[in-house]
């Protein structure tokens, strides 16, 4: 069966998707996160910088018989032009199953004005597209598609600050993230070393501890971070520099060698994973699905992974269907990241829900939707309101 068609639109109404359960209760720990300006004095400690003007960006896959996928992914302003007038003329006519094939035609054919950044978000929705449609044409969940579960339920670690909720919804590993960056030197440094104390106090030593930078800093503040760390027994450091400071990350592994380090969602494609892996730079890989390249370009991440003896644990991956999926289904995957989104004393499935019918963790694992492809709850109609 052939391709009919593929469209984008920017998600205009979201309400669908929203938190409709306000807090029952307050945290008492509320910081500012996320400022990708943290180098600048002049913006520290003045909201968040990782945001946008655009909305997400929704793409259908149409067969030719009118059954239709879902993807997803942001900047809807640069990305939806990207997919209906660059990407979509190209792969419609194409065989809907063979998604190795397009996603190819897509990653090549965008050499024209290269792959990363924002096209590679535009590929990213085309091919989660593809892979719901393959699964409703095909009766079966996207899981399987990819070679059937890796294990009974995905073990989760939770996102956020408020400790004592994550513990209470039986997560049994905690990421912090940390939002104090270099600009402020050692008083950055001495307020996450307070952050890290506090964690590792809520959560006890039984517990894994993992920490995300996300403001990211040079190789010399870093150092000094992780030094700072090393009392608190991290799993992991994450994202602590620029995404393209390969050769940064190079000499982070030299000079920390005791902490397991773990970077990748703001990677584009499989490439930079496969320059990591054959110089050790990093040892976790967490790449988004949304924004990597979708399904087909994780499952080479993760085969790189494992060739290289290394692990991944997608960014994000618990939080929408197209993740839990992956997740599910890779052998490398050996964690799932769900951001608690939900405030104190509301339940994980009153949060946020970006794919409705999406499960949500129990106990601190989940188990995917087995509904046909991604098993997102959505008429038509329904995505046509959402976007029209």
Not at 114 to 125: C, H, P, Q, R
Not at 161 to 171: A, I, K, P, Q, R
Not at 291 to 305: C, E, M, P
Request: charged letters at 20%; proline letters at 5%.
């Amino acid at each position: 069966m052939k391709i009919e068609r593929i469209v984008a639109a920017p998600l205009r109404d979201g309400s669908r998707l929203g938190r409709a359960t306000s807090p029952r209760a307050k945290s008492e720990l509320l910081v500012d996160g996320g400022n990708t300006l943290a180098r600048y004095r002049e913006f520290t400690g003045r909201g968040s910088y990782h945001d946008t003007p655009w909305s997400d960006t929704v793409c259908m896959a149409f067969a030719e018989d009118g059954t239709w996928g879902m993807g997803m992914t942001g900047h809807a302003g640069p990305v939806v032009p990207i997919i209906n007038e660059f990407l979509a003329p190209l792969i419609t006519g194409e065989n809907v199953m063979a998604t190795e094939r397009t996603w190819d035609m897509m990653f090549n054919h965008a050499s024209l004005f290269g792959v990363g950044g924002l096209t590679s978000y535009a590929i990213s929705a085309v091919d989660l597209a593809l892979w719901d449609l393959k699964g409703k044409l095909l009766g079966v969940p996207v899981y399987e598609l990819m070679g059937g579960p890796a294990r009974d339920k995905v073990h989760c670690y939770a996102t956020g600050m408020d400790f004592d909720w994550m513990l209470e919804c039986g997560f049994e590993a905690i990421k912090v993230p940390c939002p104090y960056g270099e600009a402020l030197g050692n008083v950055s440094l001495d307020r996450a070393e307070d952050l890290a104390g506090l964690a590792r106090a809520a959560i006890g030593d039984e517990r894994e501890l993992m920490m995300d930078c996300w403001s990211v800093g040079s190789v010399e503040f870093m150092v000094r971070f992780a030094e700072r760390m090393r009392p608190y027994n991290l799993k992991w450091l994450e994202d602590f520099l620029y995404p393209e400071d390969y050769e940064g990350f190079e000499e982070m592994r030299r000079r920390v060698p005791w902490q397991t380090l773990a970077t990748g969602e703001r990677w584009v494609t499989h490439l930079p994973f496969m320059e990591a892996a054959a110089k050790r730079s990093v040892d976790i890989f967490q790449p988004d699905i949304r924004w990597v390249g979708g399904v087909t370009a994780v499952q080479k991440i993760g085969h790189i992974a494992e060739g290289a003896g290394l692990q991944v644990a997608l960014h994000g991956g618990m939080n929408d269907s197209f993740g839990q999926h992956a997740c599910h289904a890779m052998s490398s995957n050996t964690w799932g990241e769900f951001l608690v989104d939900s405030a104190s004393g509301v339940p994980l499935e009153e949060g946020w829900r970006p794919t409705p019918g999406m499960t949500v963790p129990v106990n601190g694992s989940l188990v995917p939707s087995d509904a046909p492809g991604f098993g997102i709850e959505l008429t038509r109609d329904e995505l046509e309101a959402m976007t029209g």
